[in-house]
């Protein structure tokens, strides 16, 4: 068997109980470090608590080479953690795919993800959003401009935009860094961005949020990572207040 188990968005305790109770059980447990990851542990910290050891896997290991993962699950109870919630990313449902293929049963426990946890603390509406997209670092001559795209149809809908930002093995794009892209994509296609919400650590006691334009957003220390970003479009009432009284707008 193959159980998908979400650990939410920050440390350890945020796992459900019910997630935990599939850990426990499990003969193998991989941890999948790629997508996301929960900086409020490790993943020593994580085998201590359960007892067990956790394999850490890269995109590598899930998308090119899945059948270390499914031979076990096929004779065994294999637990496949991440952080946030299990099916958010589409590696994951393809993962689940070829599992279903050859025969293996499986089960999702779901947890708190950073796409819906963000509507709380920014208090944007969850049904205004549109689209989100990913931020990558450029490299070399390769710079996408899909993100201003994305967040330009969405303002011209009046929906906001979730924009996830790059995580490599070595480094964890910033909230700054993020504004500043964004900025130089708006810029050659000769639009503007008049409004950004910054989040950092969601699912800690030390979240930031803070709401202003490219310049007030980018002289913030939102310390740190994960960072997230988000591009509102035009504010409702409840959302202006809210956003003046808990991110400083």
Known sequence: MLTFIGLGLYDRKDISVKGLEYVRKADHL???????????????????CYGKPVLPLFREDVEQHPDRILDLACDGNVAFLCAGDPMVSTTHADLRLRAEARGIRTAIIHAASV???????????????????????????????????????????R??????????????????????????????????????VGIARAGSEDVIVRAGTAEIIKAVDFGPPLHILIVPADLHDMEQTYLERFAGL
């Open 30 to 48: 991989f941890l999948e470090s790629y997508t996301s990851v929960l900086r409020g542990t490790t993943t020593d910290e994580l085998a201590d």
């Open 115 to 157: 796409s819906s946890a963000v509507c709380g603390l920014s208090g944007l509406q969850n049904y205004r959003f549109g689209k989100s997209c990913s931020l990558p670092f450029p490299h070399k001559n390769w710079f996408p401009t899909t993100p201003i795209e994305v967040i330009g149809e969405n303002l011209s809908r």
């Open 159 to 196: 929906l906001h935009t979730l924009v996830y930002l790059d995580i490599q093995k070595d480094r964890f794009m910033t909230i700054g860094e993020a504004v500043d892209l964004v900025e130089r994509m708006a810029a050659e296609k000769r639009t503007s961005v008049p409004l950004y």
